[in-house]
């Protein structure tokens, strides 16, 4: 079975600064994807980053990238020029790429991140 | 464009009561369909998946049901709601055809009483 493991429940930057949420994952497969889901105060659920594990370059979307070890099995987030609307629960997510399957999402158990003035 | 839509926001039931949540999803087709439920300062938990019509996977044993009568809909339901069925439900869809991310509803938050 898979799992995902957060290990920092919150974690608070100042405006404008950078921080890096980590996720680490444990699984036997070789191939999977590799999701950070942001879920603010409104709690929808919204797509930040996606990494495919045969991509050994890190993903980027304009402030956020991944540092993605797939021998360390880590994959965490960093969060450049931080601002107030980051806020959010941050979830890292995991889902095997494999014929037949419904193709599960196993989420982490989430790190709330605080941008502070 | 595809969108999906999750009713209600809100709801108030008391313990014994029957519960259907709807969710429906636009601009595509066959899409695998999810429910989960969120505790309070929790993670996601998976409840049920579906990959076709008619065709509901359980993860978690309860006393919660999933039909999904047409392509694009998927319901959530119970006979009788118990206290601990209280929480904040989502339903996702996602491609089934690649490995695209999964994209949620606004969510339900259901309150038992």
């Known amino acids: 079975a898979q799992t995902v493991t957060q290990s920092q429940p919150e974690m608070s930057v100042q405006e404008a600064e950078t921080v890096t949420l980590s996720c680490t994952y444990d699984?036997?497969?070789?191939?999977?994807?590799l999701f950070w889901y942001k879920q603010p105060p409104s709690r929808q659920m919204i797509l930040v980053i996606r990494q495919e594990a045969y991509k050994q370059q890190n993903a980027t979307e304009n402030r956020f990238s991944v540092n993605f070890q797939k021998a360390a099995k880590s994959f965490s987030l960093k969060i450049s020029d931080s601002q107030l609307g980051d806020t959010a629960m941050y979830f890292c997510?995991?889902?095997?790429?494999?014929?037949?399957?419904?193709?599960?999402?196993?989420f982490g158990s989430g790190t709330q991140l605080t941008v502070l003035p | 464009s595809q969108t999906i839509h999750q009713w209600p926001a809100t709801l108030v039931q008391p313990v014994g009561s029957p519960l259907s949540l709807e969710c429906t999803v636009e601009g595509t087709s066959n899409p695998n369909l999810y429910w989960y439920r969120q505790a309070a300062g929790r993670g996601l938990q998976l409840l049920f998946y579906?990959?076709?019509?008619?065709?509901i996977s359980s993860e978690v044993p309860q006393n919660l049901s999933a039909s999904r009568p047409q392509d694009r809909q998927f319901i959530l339901s119970s006979k009788k709601l118990l206290l601990s069925d209280s929480g904040f439900y989502l339903c996702?869809?996602?491609?089934?055809?690649?490995?695209?991310?999964?994209?949620f509803g606004d969510g339900t938050r259901l309150s038992i009483l």
């Open positions: 579906s990959v076709g019509i008619g065709q």
């Open positions: 996702a869809w996602s491609d089934p055809r690649g490995f695209q991310p999964q994209h």
């Open positions: 997510a995991f889902i095997l790429v494999s014929s037949g399957s419904a193709r599960q999402l196993t």
């Open positions: 699984t036997s497969e070789s191939n999977y994807y």
